[in-house]
Structures are given as C-alpha cells and as structure tokens.
C-alpha cells in the first residue's frame, strides 16, 4: 500500500503547479487550466484520506461531486471566453479591463 504521505505530497505539488499559473499567466484558457490543476489536488486529497479511512467513502463521493461541478465550471467559463474573444478579439486577460462600469 502508497503511503499517504506520497498522496499529500502530489497533491501539494499540484496545487502549487495551479496557483503559480494562475497567478503568472495571462491566457484565460491556461488560467483555466491552472484552475483545473487545483480542483485535481484537492479530489485528490480527499481520495487519498477516503481510501485510509476504510469505513467511510464520503470523500470519494464529494471528490467525484467537485468532478461535476468542475465539468460544468468549465463549459461555462469556455462559454464566455468564447464570446470574449468574439468581442476582443484577444484572449489576454489585460484586454478585459474594459468591461470596467
């Protein structure tokens, strides 16, 4: 059996990964991804300490619930950088200042 610590420590490294590209890059769809990154570090936490707790599988089940509400999250966020581009003709998250009131 994995030790848990191995799960922890992917997991970490994961979530780390996703905010430095959320933090660093300007393409709305690499900020998604970076999104996603985080999203899959915290289903796997919750996989991981579901599986050591052999009683109990809430985890999974709230893992695979953040995996449909992260499909969804990503239709729409596809949706509307879509229509952005459409409107900018950029997909540079500096060219959306001017949605500003």
Not at 58 to 71: E, T
Request: proline share 1%; charged share 15%.
């Amino acid at each position: 059996m994995i030790p848990i610590e191995h799960f922890l420590i992917l997991s970490a490294i994961l979530f780390s990964f996703g905010i430095t590209i959320v933090l660093v890059k300007k393409n709305a769809i690499v900020v998604l991804m970076g999104l996603e990154l985080m999203l899959n570090a915290a289903n796997i936490n919750l996989v991981a300490f579901s599986r050591y707790d052999q009683a109990k599988i809430q985890g999974q089940f709230f893992a695979l619930f953040i995996m449909v509400v992260a499909v969804a999250e990503t239709a729409v966020a596809l949706a509307i950088i879509v229509k952005a581009y459409k409107y900018f003709h950029s997909i540079n998250l500096d060219d959306f200042k001017n949605l500003k009131g």
